[in-house]
T-cell receptor, first 110, second 116 residues
Framework: GQNIDQPTEMTATEGAIVQINCTYQTSGFNGLFWYQQHAGEAPTFLSYNVLDGLEEKGRFSSFLSRSKGYSYLLLKELQMKDSASYLCAVTGSTLGRLYFGRGTQLTVWP | GAVVSQHPSWVICKSGTSVKIECRSLDFQATTMFWYRQFPKQSLMLMATSNEGSKATYEQGVEKDKFLINHASLTLSTLTVTSAHPEDSSFYIC????????????FGPGTRLTVL
């Protein structure tokens, strides 16, 4: 089966850095995605990791350790608009089929 | 970039009626489309995988006779919620996938279904 675990809620202040962790156990692995979802909207793609290491894209970075079944999303220079749910998703043995975690609701305070 | 549309964006219906939701890939051909359901403050739960020209593959616990999926072309998949009940009220999101590649699953804007 598939099990993806991430914290339910996190809070941070504007301008700070926050790290959202995700651990997973899946049968087969073809990559890990991070999505951002604002309330009432569809998820938008943030990052994709298939190899170990850090992928940096502007204010957002994502890290993967396949041996540990662990990933994190790092958000720098937080802005109010970053308040959203962040979803960790893993592609298992079937390409394109995503297994989602419950999402981490991030609230950024001024 | 790849765009996926959904119609309608929201719908309110009476209990016992059927509702059809359309998912279209606007600028690419999607060999595979996925249908998700999301309850408030919950994550996305995959309902079924739809492949063009073949029967959909349903996840465990999802009734295929209640949630009818048709993927008649490479740009259109439809989800019909038959005999809808209040517990079917949810946010339904589709995604479309290109063949191969990593970040190739593109999400539609979602459809908010409310069953009275």
């Amino acid at each position: 089966g598939q099990n993806i675990d991430q914290p339910t809620e996190m809070t941070a202040t504007e301008g700070a850095i926050v790290q959202i962790n995700c651990t997973y156990q899946t049968s087969g692995f073809n990559g890990l995605f991070w999505y951002q979802q604002h309330a009432g909207e569809a998820p938008t793609f943030l990052s994709y990791n298939v190899l170990d290491g850090l992928e940096e894209k502007g204010r957002f970075s994502s890290f993967l350790s396949r041996s540990k079944g662990y990933s994190y999303l790092l958000l720098k220079e937080l802005q109010m608009k970053d308040s959203a749910s962040y979803l960790c998703a893993v592609t298992g043995s079937t390409l394109g089929r995503l297994y989602f975690g419950r999402g981490t609701q991030l609230t950024v305070w001024p | 970039g790849a765009v996926v549309s959904q119609h309608p964006s929201w719908v309110i219906c009476k209990s016992g009626t059927s509702v059809k939701i359309e998912c279209r890939s606007l600028d690419f051909q999607a060999t595979t489309m996925f249908w998700y359901r999301q309850f408030p403050k919950q994550s996305l739960m995959l309902m079924a995988t739809s492949n063009e020209g073949s029967k959909a593959t349903y996840e465990q616990g999802v009734e295929k006779d209640k949630f009818l999926i048709n993927h008649a072309s490479l740009t259109l998949s439809t989800l019909t919620v038959t005999s809808a009940h209040p517990e079917d009220s949810s946010f339904y999101i589709c995604s479309a996938s290109l063949a191969g590649g990593p970040d190739t699953q593109y999400f539609g804007p979602g459809t908010r279904l409310t069953v009275l």
